[in-house]
């Protein structure tokens, strides 16, 4: 993608195709591991919610 659009990253020559693409590694690694974090974080609050759900219906039984 970087050849076809022809970004280049600090220098104009070979060299800033290879920074480009390191970067642009870096910033997908980066984005990636957010949303990691907030689809754990997401599983957490689905799974003590249904936790809290269970327990009401036990208390409401009783």
Do not use: Q
Not at 31 to 37: D, E, H, K, R
Not at 41 to 49: G, I, P, S, T, Y
């Amino acid at each position: 993608m970087l050849v076809i659009t022809g970004f280049k990253l600090i220098f104009n020559d070979w060299r800033g195709y290879l920074i480009a693409g390191f970067s642009l590694v870096w910033i997908a690694n980066i984005y990636m591991s957010l949303f990691a974090l907030i689809r754990v974080d997401l599983k957490k609050v689905k799974f003590e919610a249904n936790i809290k759900e269970v327990e009401h219906k036990r208390a409401a039984e009783e």
